[in-house]
C-alpha cells in the first residue's frame, strides 16, 4: 500500500511562488500517472496537474503556465510548482495516485 504525504503549503501573498511536495512511502517508478488536486469547501475535487512515468504532463486551463509539476523518481517525489498564484487558487491541494490520497496540504493566497 502506498502512502502519500504533501508537505510546503502555507499563506504566500498574490503573485507570490510555493513549492508543493508530495512523498511516497515506496519507489514511484512503475507507478504510472500522478497528480496534484485541489479542492475548496463547498465545492468537487479538481485535477490540478498530472504527471506520468514517462514524464508526459497535463494541467488544468486555469494553471496552464504558471504550475509546473514534476517526479523524481529517486526521490520517491512529486512535485508542484506553483507561479503567479491568485487568490483562486486557495485551496487544500491533495497528491494521488489511483485511489491513494495524502492528507492533503493548505495552500492561502491573500495579501
Known amino acids: 500500500q502506498v502512502q502519500l504525504v504533501e508537505s510546503g503549503g502555507g499563506l504566500v501573498q498574490p503573485g507570490g511562488s510555493l513549492r508543493l511536495s508530495c512523498a511516497a512511502s515506496?519507489?514511484?517508478?512503475?507507478?504510472?500517472?500522478m497528480g496534484w488536486y485541489r479542492q475548496v469547501p463547498g465545492k468537487q475535487r479538481e485535477l490540478v496537474a498530472a504527471?506520468?512515468?514517462?514524464?508526459?504532463?497535463n494541467y488544468a486551463d486555469s494553471v496552464k503556465g504558471r504550475f509546473t509539476i514534476s517526479r523524481d523518481n529517486a526521490k520517491n517525489t512529486v512535485s508542484l510548482q506553483m507561479n503567479s498564484l491568485k487568490p483562486e487558487d486557495t485551496a487544500v491541494y491533495y497528491c494521488?495516485?489511483?485511489?491513494?490520497w495524502g492528507q492533503g496540504t493548505s495552500v492561502t493566497v491573500s495579501s
Open positions: 494521488n495516485w489511483r485511489t491513494i
Open positions: 515506496r519507489s514511484i517508478v512503475g507507478l504510472g500517472v
Open positions: 504527471i506520468a512515468s514517462g514524464g508526459a504532463t
